[in-house]
């Protein structure tokens, strides 16, 4: 009922970047930009060849993360992106060449420019969270409080994956 109240619905973060197409969008923008820069190299080469197997993931994954539709989970557990990113040698250079691909992906796809940096300073939380090699080449301990949650959530100790 519309009693006239101000509308203080919160939509995720999901509807807002316009749903499954968006995600869809996302992912496809981020790979194709992994697969172009010359600064993803790196990067690049941790992944298949193909990438269709590593992308229809990444959907799953970021639907559930962005507060849609929980497409990951129930077919892979919980994400424990820090163990998984383990066999990976991922430090700052490694880091700050992901959130690359993904600046550029949102610029194609997210035409909202407050959505843009939410999801930019969530996506680096991650990306930082699961670095695991310092810039000097020696293993990274765990950072400790888990900060792999839905961007508009705040994680609890006891809500651990990590
Ligand atoms: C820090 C730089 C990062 C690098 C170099 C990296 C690299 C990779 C690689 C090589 C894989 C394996 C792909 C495959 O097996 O097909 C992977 C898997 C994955 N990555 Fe990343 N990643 C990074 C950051 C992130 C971030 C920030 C997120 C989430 C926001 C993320 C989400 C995922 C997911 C969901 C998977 C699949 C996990 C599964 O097997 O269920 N990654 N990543």
């Not at 923008?29 to 229809?56: N, S, V």
Request: proline share 7%; aromatic share 6%; hydrophobic share 40%.
């Amino acid at each position: 009922m519309d009693n006239g109240a101000p509308h203080l619905a919160t939509h995720s973060h999901y509807d807002r970047l316009g749903g499954h197409e968006a995600v869809v969008n996302l992912v496809d923008a981020f790979y194709l930009a992994m697969d172009t820069l010359p600064g993803a190299a790196t990067i690049r080469a941790m992944h298949e060849p193909d990438l269709r197997a590593t992308k229809a993931v990444l959907v799953k994954y970021l639907s559930e993360w962005m507060g849609g539709p929980k497409l990951y989970s129930p077919e892979r557990g919980a994400p424990m992106l820090r163990r998984r990113h383990q066999p990976f040698r991922l430090d700052s250079a490694a880091r700050d060449a992901w959130m690359m691909c993904m600046r550029q992906a949102l610029s194609e796809v997210c035409q909202d420019a407050g959505l843009r940096t939410e999801l930019d300073a969530a996506f680096f939380k991650v990306a930082d969270f699961i670095r695991n090699t310092e810039d000097g080449g020696q293993e990274r301990a765990h950072p400790g409080r888990p900060r792999e949650t839905h961007p508009g959530q705040v994680a609890l100790p006891h809500q651990s994956k990590a």
